[in-house]
């Protein structure tokens, strides 16, 4: 499974970006995906994750009300809409498909894209 993230950007606070996550590779074994981010001199945190079925979606308290995941199967694309964005929201962003090659569990990450809100 590859990864290609894509969508970031330089911001003012209040605004909104839309990042996108392109798939390719085995999607059928892609059990869950989500959406990370690293500030400088931070760990890498979750921000959102979505399951393959059903769809459950989970949130980061931080971004809660204001982030919203989704998927577009017919794309193989992911996104994570991004509003009312916070200086503290700057990061680079990763996308994350969790997935299985028999009966071994993988992880498979983007290259990362940079947000960057301004106050």
């Known amino acids: 499974v590859q990864l290609v993230e894509s969508g970031g950007g330089l911001v003012q606070a209040g605004g909104s970006l839309r990042l996108s996550c392109a798939v390719s590779?085995?999607?059928?074994?892609?059990?869950?995906m989500g959406w990370y981010r690293q500030a400088p001199g931070k760990q890498r945190e979750v921000v959102a994750v979505?399951?393959?079925?059903?769809?459950?979606?989970n949130y980061a308290d931080s971004v809660k009300d204001r982030f919203t995941i989704s998927k577009d199967n017919a794309k193989n694309t992911m996104y994570l809409q991004m509003n009312s964005l916070k200086p503290e929201d700057t990061a680079v962003y990763y996308c994350?498909?969790?997935?299985?090659?028999?009966?071994?569990?993988?992880?498979?990450w983007g290259q990362g894209t940079q947000v960057t809100v301004s106050s």
């Open positions: 590779g085995n999607t059928l074994s892609i059990t869950a």
């Open positions: 979505v399951t393959s079925r059903g769809g459950t979606t």
């Open positions: 994350n498909a969790q997935f299985w090659i028999g009966a071994q569990p993988l992880l498979s």
